[in-house]
Nanobody
Framework: QVQLVESGGGLVQAGGSLRLSCVAS????????MGWYRQAPGKQREFVAT???????DYADFVEGRLTISRDGAWNTGYLEMNSLKPEDTDVYYC???????????????WGPGTQVTVSS
């Protein structure tokens, strides 16, 4: 019913920048919170940033002003602007959308397949 497609990951040198995108499509009635998370092999997925339907944002402490979450006016595309990247930012990054689909009265969280970000020192 819902598909999330991520793009923008890749290899970058320390101090460089990347912009991740995530597009949601399908039988979508409404979209609430959109977020980005990251996960390293063998570790738990950790919170990076969220933006809610009012445009309010929340960031993990490690972001330190280097990452910015945003979404487009249609609400079905989210972005993560990543600047001043560090080797420790190397992870698989996942987007998530809290969505209510056609035929449902409830919203649930959908996840993208993940995009690899690698920062070389």
């Amino acid at each position: 019913q819902v598909q999330l497609v991520e793009s923008g990951g890749g290899l970058v040198q320390a101090g460089g920048s990347l912009r991740l995108s995530c597009v949601a499509s399908g039988s979508i009635i409404s979209i609430y919170t959109m977020g980005w998370y990251r996960q390293a092999p063998g570790k738990q997925r950790e919170f990076v940033a969220t933006i809610n339907s009012d445009g309010n944002t929340d960031y993990a402490d490690f972001v330190e002003g280097r990452l910015t979450i945003s979404r487009d006016g249609a609400w079905n595309t989210g972005y993560l602007e990543m600047n001043s990247l560090k080797p420790e930012d190397t992870d698989v990054y996942y987007c998530s959308f809290e969505i209510r689909v056609r035929g449902s009265f409830l919203h649930r969280t959908y996840w993208g397949p993940g995009t690899q970000v690698t920062v070389s020192s």
